[in-house]
């Protein structure tokens, strides 16, 4: 069963970090592209970040380009995303999951942006 955690949220303030992370099981990481989206209050879910199944190709929302680097661990099953310069519009609950699939949502971690 494939299934999805993620963790490494909370409060911050503006200008601050946060290194989420998102361990996998059910599937090897390593065969997929993944990806993180977030769903910030009374909006829709949206895409952030992807990279490829071997790593080497990233792609970022234009809300988040040169701050937030996301990244993978094959050997721990596990996909990061580093998120640096934080702003209040950057609060919300983020997610993991490949790409282009149809897997069911794992219960997010939430992120506060606030001074």
């Known amino acids: 069963q494939v299934q999805f955690v993620e963790s490494g949220g909370g409060l911050v303030q503006p200008g601050g970090s946060l290194r989420l992370s998102c361990a996998a099981s059910?599937?090897?990481?390593?065969?997929?592209?993944m990806s993180w989206y977030r769903q910030a209050p009374g909006k829709e879910r949206e895409l952030v970040a992807t990279?490829?199944?071997?790593?080497?190709?990233?792609n970022y929302a234009d809300s988040v380009k040169g701050r937030f680097t996301i990244s993978r661990d094959n050997a721990k099953n596990t996909v990061y995303l580093q998120m640096n310069s934080l702003k209040a519009e950057d609060t919300a609950v983020y997610y993991c999951r490949r790409r282009y699939s149809v897997d069911d949502w794992g219960q997010g971690t939430q992120v506060i942006v606030s001074s």
């Open positions: 059910g599937f090897t990481v390593s065969g997929y592209f």
């Open positions: 990279i490829s199944s071997a790593g080497g190709s990233t």
